[in-house]
């Protein structure tokens, strides 16, 4: 995706699913979580380990949240990527976005596949700061 069209995304979505998130105030998913939350985006943890992360009830997996998706945003292994990507493609959002350093181009090309806009290796809330605030 172009700055353009990220900043376009970015803008206009209103819901992100934090695929892997932590409750650890230090891990990166939750950094990036409760920067997002404050920046007014609704916030939806996904992860079997917990009920709950930044007072938000936090789910299973994707496809039990009852409320659309705009973007899923995943902390996860390049190597586990498969079954969650095959998931966000049931929910169909805007975008799947894997954070920095994580990379897969498998899961890459079943995105593109079913018309979903894909971001690979980057941190959405440098995007995010750089692209709408206009730090960095």
């Excluded at 409760?34 to 985006?41: C, F, T």
Aim: glycine letters at 4%; charged letters at 30%; one cysteine or more.
């Amino acid at each position: 995706m172009t700055d353009e069209e990220k900043k376009e995304l970015l803008n206009k979505v209103k819901v992100i699913a934090v695929v892997g998130i932590s409750q650890n105030l230090n891990k990166p998913s939750n950094i990036v979580a409760r920067y997002l939350k404050q920046e007014g985006y609704t916030i939806i943890p996904v992860n079997p380990n917990y009920n709950e992360v930044l007072g938000e009830k936090c789910y299973r997996s994707l496809v039990d949240i009852k409320e659309r998706i705009d973007i899923v945003d995943i902390f996860m292994r390049s190597e586990k990527l498969m079954p969650i990507v095959e998931e966000a493609v049931k929910i169909k959002p805007q975008c799947i976005w894997l954070q920095l350093g994580i990379i897969n181009e498998s899961v890459k090309r079943l995105a593109e596949e079913n018309n979903i806009k894909f971001v690979m290796d980057q941190c959405i809330k440098i995007e995010h700061t750089r692209l709408i605030k206009g730090f960095m």
